[in-house]
């Protein structure tokens, strides 16, 4: 069975960092765009950020750019969010997810992890 399982989420102060991984449990995924999306209480889920299969392509919410970096290891079937200069208002369950072709369009992505908590304190 695909899985995506997430993990580094936590409770950070503002202007602290975290790193997210996603790991994939098969090889298919190498070749799998892979995005982050997030969702925070009371908000639809939105874009955070994807890069393509290669890693020669990413793209950022204007919210995150600057501060997110999205960047993926194929050999360890694993992507990564790099997020520096963290807000409360990044709080949020963050999800990965992979597809073949889909980019920024969450509706288009046929994989998801389960999700991590990030918590930014004040």
């Known amino acids: 069975q695909v899985q995506l399982v997430e993990s580094g989420g936590g409770l950070v102060q503002a202007g602290g960092s975290l790193r997210l991984s996603c790991a994939a449990s098969v090889r298919t995924f190498s070749v799998y765009n892979r995005a982050w999306f997030r969702q925070a209480p009371g908000k639809e889920r939105e874009f955070v950020a994807a890069?393509?299969?290669?890693?020669?392509?990413?793209d950022y919410a204007d919210s995150v750019k600057g501060r997110f970096a999205i960047s993926r290891d194929n050999a360890k079937n694993t992507v990564y969010l790099q997020m520096n200069s963290l807000k409360p208002e990044d709080t949020a369950v963050y999800y990965c997810?992979?597809?073949?072709?889909?980019?920024?369009?969450?509706?288009?992505?046929?994989?998801w992890g389960q999700g991590t908590q990030v918590t930014v304190s004040s």
């Open positions: 997810a992979a597809d073949q072709t889909a980019w920024g369009r969450q509706d288009e992505y046929d994989y």
């Open positions: 890069i393509s299969w290669s890693g020669g392509r990413t």
